[in-house]
């Protein structure tokens, strides 16, 4: 039993690219989102999913996007990088909205 | 609008007992749930409470007072491994989950 893919686990972008970081889980879970962390900011919620075809923005969304097709995949695309984009991001998901989080081992991203 | 506070760091002695705090503000509350953080892992979940009282797994134990908006997690006997980052989180009513900025549990041998 897999939980929760992230890919990569580590990438460099220079200012102004795009990329797509990619998320799996194979636990058939509902519920599905996306978080960035930074020193002492905790865990950021950018976007989640309540099932396939739903997705709603979360406390930090801006210059992100997402979209669930399936229920397994959760990609969070990168429109154009900045510096300020530089985090850890985790994918989580759960069976709904209370229950415990399963999250991903994270991807490191730096924007240059 | 919904937040939680909680220490940015508590420092413990090895077998002692620590206790983190969260406290939280919202408009609807479903529940509050704690994750422990290792340096360069993922969140990993330790407790959930949705209703008042204590809620006890092995070492661990935590704790939930609705009409304080108040909730602490309690590590008893602790070891060297405890040294982490503890974070307590809830859902909203629109069904996101939210962090606190989390506490770094310093454990001295």
């Known amino acids: 039993n897999a939980g929760v893919t992230q890919t990569p686990k580590f990438q460099v972008l220079k200012t102004g690219q795009s990329m797509t970081l990619q998320c799996a889980q194979d636990?058939?879970?509902?519920?599905m989102s996306w978080y960035r962390q930074d020193p002492g900011m905790g865990l950021r919620l950018i976007h989640y999913?309540?099932?396939?075809?739903?997705?709603d923005q979360g406390e930090v969304p801006n210059g992100y996007n997402v979209s669930r097709s399936t229920t397994e995949d959760f990609p969070l695309r990168l429109l154009s990088a900045a510096p300020s984009q530089t985090s850890v991001y985790f994918c989580?998901?759960?069976?709904?909205?209370?229950?415990?989080?399963?999250f991903g081992n994270g991807t490191r991203l730096t924007v240059t | 609008g919904q937040s939680l506070e909680q220490p940015s760091e508590v420092t413990a002695v090895e077998g002692a007992i620590v206790q983190i705090n969260c406290t939280y503000q919202?408009?609807?509350?479903?529940?509050l749930s704690w994750y422990q953080q290792h340096d360069g892992g993922a969140p990993t979940f330790l407790s959930y409470?949705?209703?008042?009282g204590l809620e006890e797994t092995g070492r661990f134990s935590s704790f939930l007072s609705r009409s304080d908006s108040y909730g602490y997690l309690l590590l008893q006997e602790l070891q060297m491994k405890d040294s982490a980052s503890y974070f307590c989180a809830f859902p909203n009513r629109d069904d996101k989950i939210i962090f606190g900025k989390g506490t770094r549990l310093h454990i001295l041998p």
């Open positions: 409470n949705a209703l008042d």
């Open positions: 999913s309540v099932g396939a075809g739903i997705t």
């Open positions: 919202t408009s609807g509350f479903y529940g």
């Open positions: 989580a998901s759960s069976r709904e909205d209370n229950s415990p989080l399963h």
């Open positions: 636990m058939n879970h509902e519920y």
